[in-house]
């Protein structure tokens, strides 16, 4: 399981910031964790599965694509906010997070 | 270090704003659907990529794709920018050709035509289509699809994204077994003929017999096959390669691979759309891709060099 510390959250939602910032061109100052990733953003499922490479090589996380695939048809993920929820979800169970 | 022009498939939707990137290529593609209408008696001048209005109608469809990207390699051309590789992504194949001077414009757009017809009679009676799945590894989709006769991985785009193509009933049924079985995204491909697979390999040899009177020159940049990653220099090698490119599997993952190998630091889509850009996003390797809505930064950074 990934370390969860007091600033991990933090430092996911940078991370995720700045990672739509530059992907979509977007100041970084007109995202808000209510960021529509597809209709404000433009995003994409590549981009999510980028995210989660970035994650995983971070936190040195073990876990399948296809185990988070799961949980997010269950738990959709329309927001930025959200979107912090399921990597905070990902590096605090891995894995397990299909059981949730 | 070098610079790799690519060319995307044919395009199912367009931004609306293609038109107004450069002034030269709208002028140019303005001109040449003119030109192209005139030459297949078919009237390709209301084309609007606001409306995307061929939408509807696939071998339209592929027109546009091709004489739009024949427009921004003329721009390139124009600019007498050199790439040191040129490939092309499935259907990107005519405009590569065309770009790397083995064909000419018109040339493209016949070959275009008559590979439509071929696999028309090739798929007469049946339903097929193509699907597109990410986030299952090739193992996860080799079991959804091992004892199918039916359906076959057709193409890999990244380690996360495959391509298949078959029966428009296994496609569906494929893809649903691969959402349950968590893929991240799945969708069917608005193409009705299973390119890149062994259902359309008995239009190769007709294919072949009817471009047989196209004289293909030797290619101006060295192309990279995007079925075996191999080096073409040779016009029989680009004859050869769009024959097979009908009923071949292709690789992009490993066309790319083969692009940043070979010294590839920007890659430049030369067509609508940034299919191709977004998913440089998972080849591995120190490069720069770019859409046609970064043209004017490519071509500042072919000047950088």
Known sequence: MGQITANTRAEVKEIVYSFFSEECETDISRIHDDTNIISDLEGDSLMFLELIEIFKKKYNLSIELKTIAKYIVKHPVETIGQLIDTQMLMIEHENNIVNL | ?305
């Open chain 2, 1 to 305: 270090m070098a610079a790799s022009i690519v060319f995307p498939a044919f395009v199912n939707e367009y931004k609306g704003t293609e038109n107004r990137i450069n002034r030269d290529i709208g002028i140019t593609f303005t001109r040449l659907l003119e030109s192209v209408s005139g030459y297949l008696n078919t009237d390709l001048t209301g084309f609007d990529f606001r409306r995307n209005n061929f939408l509807d109608d696939e071998l339209k469809s592929q027109y546009i794709s091709y004489i739009f990207s024949c427009s921004v390699a003329g721009f390139l051309k124009n600019k007498n920018f050199s790439p040191s590789f040129v490939s092309g992504y499935s259907m990107g194949i005519y405009a590569a050709l065309h770009y790397c001077g083995s064909v000419d414009f018109l040339q493209g757009i016949k070959m275009i035509k008559q590979a439509w017809e071929i696999l028309c009679r090739a798929t007469e009676g049946g339903r097929f289509g193509m699907g597109m799945i990410i986030g299952l590894d090739e193992t996860d989709l080799g079991t959804l699809i091992e004892d199918r006769k039916d359906i076959e991985i057709s193409n890999q785009n990244n380690p996360y994204t495959f391509i298949l193509s078959g029966t428009r009933q296994a496609i569906e049924i494929v893809l649903e077994a691969a959402r349950e079985a968590g893929a991240m995204r799945i969708s069917l491909l608005p193409v009705s003929k299973p390119y890149h697979s062994r259902f359309l390999k008995r239009a190769s040899p007709e294919f072949a017999e009817a471009i047989g009177d196209i004289d293909f020159m030797p290619p101006l940049y060295p192309y990279i096959s995007a079925m075996d990653q191999n080096m073409i220099t040779t016009g029989d090698g680009l004859r050869k390669e769009v024959i097979v490119n009908l009923s071949s599997r292709m690789n992009w993952m490993k066309t790319m691979n083969s692009l940043v190998s070979n010294g590839s630091d920007r890659i430049f889509e030369c067509g609508a759309g940034d299919g191709l850009t977004r998913n440089a996003r998972f080849i591995e390797g120190e490069f720069q891709s770019f859409s046609v809505d970064k043209l004017e930064k490519f071509i500042e950074s072919a000047a950088d060099k």
